[in-house]
T-cell receptor, first 113, second 113 residues
Framework: EPEVTQTPSHQVTQMGQEVILRCVPI?????FYWYRQILGQKVEFLVS????????KSEIFDDQFSVERPDGSNFTLKIRSTKLEDSAMYFC???????????FGSGTRLTVV | DAKTTQPTSMDCAEGRAANLPCNHS???????VYWYRQIHSQGPQYIIH???NNETNEMASLIITEDRKSSTLILPHATLRDTAVYYC??????????????FGKGTSLLVTP
């Protein structure tokens, strides 16, 4: 069964550093998403991406965050200057069309120290 | 998006049917009901969705009341691997746009031997 692949599985970074989280969505999917989950809390929507542009974003997704689909297969989330509160599990997801369910990746655990 | 109400937790014996209820009394005509689950520390997993008809797939059945104000997810023969948090999410969806999912607190289902 097709999978959404996320790398790395765990990343540790120093506060203030830039991080890039990478995702390879399912190949025939058109919609791409990032969610995060702070330990012990609920899964939160960050951003959706379609046709090479952001289609929706949450209040969490401020100027420190950006997304890109640089080469038609990868989908990346960049955090420009990490803060301690950015420590969370970050999930990438993709879907074929808006109506269908998403397929989520297994996540990247980001730890900011 | 319509608000949903789910029990905080439920137990089910292995091999029995697990029936997970969800109330969404403010649902509007163009909103779908989606069910996802999250097994500990993994990415959320799509289960099933429906608009007004009952739906069944290889994982579960979704029963939506005629007035659409509530629904029930049925896992017909629960296994230990079905222990997870189950999320009922109501959202407008259409073919031409992605959508943000609002994961609430969900129902924590424990399947016991």
């Amino acid at each position: 069964e097709p999978e959404v692949t996320q790398t790395p599985s765990h990343q540790v970074t120093q506060m203030g550093q830039e991080v890039i989280l990478r995702c390879v969505p399912i190949s025939n999917h058109l919609y791409f998403y990032w969610y995060r989950q702070i330990l012990g809390q609920k899964v939160e929507f960050l951003v959706s991406f379609y046709n090479n542009e952001i289609s929706e974003k949450s209040e969490i997704f401020d100027d420190q965050f950006s997304v890109e689909r640089p080469d038609g297969s990868n989908f990346t989330l960049k955090i420009r200057s990490t803060k301690l509160e950015d420590s969370a599990m970050y999930f990438c997801a993709s879907s074929r069309q808006g109506i269908y369910g998403y397929t989520f990746g297994s996540g990247t655990r980001l730890t900011v120290v | 998006d319509a608000k949903t109400t789910q029990p905080t937790s439920m137990d089910c014996a292995e091999g029995r049917a697990a029936n997970l209820p969800c109330n969404h009394s403010t649902i509007s005509g163009n909103e779908y009901v989606y069910w996802y689950r999250q097994i500990h520390s993994q990415g959320p997993q799509y289960i099933i969705h429906g608009l007004k008809n009952n739906e069944t797939n290889e994982m579960a059945s979704l029963i939506i009341t005629e007035d659409r104000k509530s629904s029930t997810l049925i896992l017909p023969h629960a296994t230990l691997r079905d222990t997870a948090v189950y999320y009922c999410i109501v959202r407008v969806a259409n073919s031409n746009s992605g959508y943000a999912l609002n994961f609430g607190k969900g129902t924590s289902l424990l399947v016991t031997p």
